[in-house]
Antibody
Framework: EVLLVQSGAVVKKRGESLRISCQGSGYTFTNYWISWVRQMPGKGLEWMGSIDPGDSYTKYSPSSQGHVTISADKSISTAYLHWSSLRASDTAIYYC??????????????WGQGTPVTVSP | SYILTQPPSVSVAPRQTARIACGGLNIGSKSVHWYQQKPGQAPVLVVFADNDRPSGIPERFSGSNSGNTATLTISRVEAGDEADYYCHVWDSSGHVFGTGTTVTVL
């Protein structure tokens, strides 16, 4: 079974750094991109960026570029989303997801369970 | 950037048909996917590549895509179909999600 398991809920203060993780299992991790999707409270889904774990090539949305860093450690089949300085507006649930096939452009399935991040003032 | 517009809400009586529109410029030339999200849960794929269903998704869920509108159709709606639904495409700039539609079963 293909699974993506994310790290747990986090509460941080504005200005602090944070790294959340997404570990893949049940498939060859380096063969599939991992995408990160944000869902702010009561809002819709927003793609942030994606990484090819095979070579760590990344692609970011314009709104995320420069504010977050996506990385991966293929030795432990884990992708990361990192902030060096959190803002209150980063409060959201963050999902990782994998495309159905090796192409980044495909539909996303499966999804991780989500990591709630709360940033206090 | 590419924009996908959905109605905020759709209400439907049990056993009736719900149709959720997803509007985008020339969306008919793209491959459209749909996700169902229930409160407190991750999104679940219900339709991919315009009108294909993953295993385990009932035949009551179907899709179409032409011109500037893609549509998710839920036939014989059940109480368990109450959820938020999002359309999704790949654009040259990346993954794009629709604004989301809340389906309420009356």
């Amino acid at each position: 079974e293909v699974l993506l398991v994310q790290s747990g809920a986090v509460v941080k203060k504005r200005g602090e750094s944070l790294r959340i993780s997404c570990q893949g299992s049940g498939y060859t991790f380096t063969n599939y991109w991992i995408s990160w999707v944000r869902q702010m409270p009561g809002k819709g889904l927003e793609w942030m960026g994606s990484i090819d774990p095979g070579d760590s090539y990344t692609k970011y949305s314009p709104s995320s570029q420069g504010h977050v860093t996506i990385s991966a450690d293929k030795s432990i089949s884990t992708a990361y989303l990192h902030w060096s300085s959190l803002r209150a507006s980063d409060t959201a649930i963050y999902y990782c997801a994998r495309p159905f096939s090796a192409s980044l452009k495909n539909w996303l399935e499966p999804w991780g369970q989500g990591t709630p991040v709360t940033v206090s003032p | 950037s590419y924009i996908l517009t959905q109605p905020p809400s759709v209400s439907v009586a049990p056993r009736q048909t719900a149709r959720i529109a997803c509007g985008g410029l020339n969306i008919g030339s793209k491959s459209v996917h749909w996700y169902q999200q229930k409160p407190g849960q991750a999104p679940v794929l219900v339709v991919f590549a315009d009108n294909d269903r993953p295993s385990g998704i009932p035949e009551r869920f179907s899709g179409s895509n032409s011109g500037n509108t893609a549509t998710l159709t839920i036939s014989r709606v059940e109480a368990g179909d109450e959820a938020d639904y999002y359309c999704h495409v790949w654009d040259s700039s990346g993954h794009v999600f629709g604004t989301g539609t809340t389906v309420t079963v009356l």
